[in-house]
């Protein structure tokens, strides 16, 4: 590696999988000395190796969710009717980039990615079209949302207030998960200083206004998507959930409290009983850490609450109903593992947006597993396996030293400045595409069987090239209609707010009912802000 990080945080020796070593072969020696009783407990009691809850899902099953959103506010509600009509009992939002990156519809950087990779959301006519006839005080809402998390947040809060629910009753999470962005997606906006100062004014606003909303999904997922490994994964999220936590206790929140409402969100990826062990390592160690070095004493804030989702890097153009079963395996890793919530990937995800019918396979999928399986009449049906055993202790092992080697370079936001973490990923990355490459790892359809492909074999989704006209034309109005002395006071109390260091949500929330849009408000903000410049280079 061109990095002197490279050996300082590299791929560690317990990284486990065909790609980077031999399979291990577990025997009852791997295990000596280790004790049932202090290394697993029971189920609901800590480290909760075996699950944060007594009953697991024997007492309420996991949560069923598809991420969804496309197009329009109107188009992806019908999509969200048509969802909870098949059972899905949690929404999570995909936004499109403009609406990601704080620009309107309108702005020439969101030319030809409006309504593409997710909804466009410009202002509270498109949050409150987005839920029409979706009781919000009776959904679980999930929102994919970063460096413009406290814009949507808020909007969100306005949509339910115009519903006449009371931001008291709201649940859901807004991811929130900045850091990860500056590693691995590249939806930032921010410095990482100025931006980790946004993820706490969101977690003091909602300890006291929104007891039942998670207020951050601090996101593996997208690490592993980049390249990562799985030891990997766990740490740099681990890393980045020890800076969101330390900002919080620096900014005098109680741990107590806040550290309720932290959630995570991981890969569910192929190496099916490695992914096992994953969650259940994760788990443990994330006890450990909170109640040791943040000396949190409420069980609640020492549990690892987590949202899952399929591995979309690992779905293929080829042959794409191959896609339904690896989905299907990556999802009972994901249930065997103790998620609390869980979203299947559609079969044609490697060539589009999901259609209607590839969405309802994706939630079949869970389903079958929930009531056909038998594995949910089980709690932690795994436990005491030679191999889940040794895995999840390796796993731990290689966490801890990741971690270890990151606070010896300066901490994770240090790591995050100088691009370090993220030219780990990328040589991850580049490791297990050579191995593709080379035929060392397999991927059916692909490099191994692949027989006669037909990529025209399912029908794909397209999105109307008028979408975006139509978008266009709809925040125009806003403008248009909204009282101009209102906006341009409440535009200048998100900038002023941000200048003297004053929580950001009370004047934002004010802003989107002032019909303020998000790229407006972010606009607020980068005048004082400013914006990050990545200089990562391998």
Known sequence: MSSTYGHLIGLSRVTIGPVTSARH????????????????GFPGEFPFTRGIQATMYRGRLWTMRQYAGFATADESNARYRYLIEQGVNGLSVAFDLPTQMGYDSDHPLAA??????????????????LFQGIPLDRVSTSMTINATAIILLALYVAAGRRQGVSPRALS??????????????????????????IVTDIFAFCERELPNWNTISISGYHIREAGSTAVQEVAFTFAHALAYVQSAVDAGLDVNRFGQRLSFFFSAHNDFLQEIAKFRAARRLWARIMRDRFHATSPRAQQLRFHTQTAGSTLTARQPDNNIVRVALQALAAVLGG???????????????????????ALRTQQIIAAESGVANTVDPVAGSYAIETLTNEMERGVEDILARIERAGGTLAAIEAGLIQREIQESAYQTQLAVDAGAAIVVGVNRFAGETDLGAIDTMTIDPDVEREQIERVRAVRASRSAVLWRTARAAVTQAARDGGNLVPPILAAVEAHATVGEIADAMREVFGEFKDTATL
């Open 339 to 361: 998620t609390q919530s869980l979203h299947c990937n559609g079969r044609d995800e490697a060539l589009a947006l999901p259609t209607e019918e590839s969405a309802r396979i």
């Open 112 to 129: 030809g990615e409006v309504g593409r990779v997710g909804v466009a959301i410009d202002s509270l006519a498109d949050m409150s079209a």
């Open 25 to 40: 072969v577990c025997t009852p020696d791997d295990l000596s000395g280790w004790s049932p009783d202090t290394e697993l």
């Open 172 to 197: 859901g999470t807004v991811q929130n998960d900045i850091l990860k962005e500056y590693v691995a997606r590249g939806t930032y906006i921010f410095p990482p200083r100025q931006s980790m100062r």
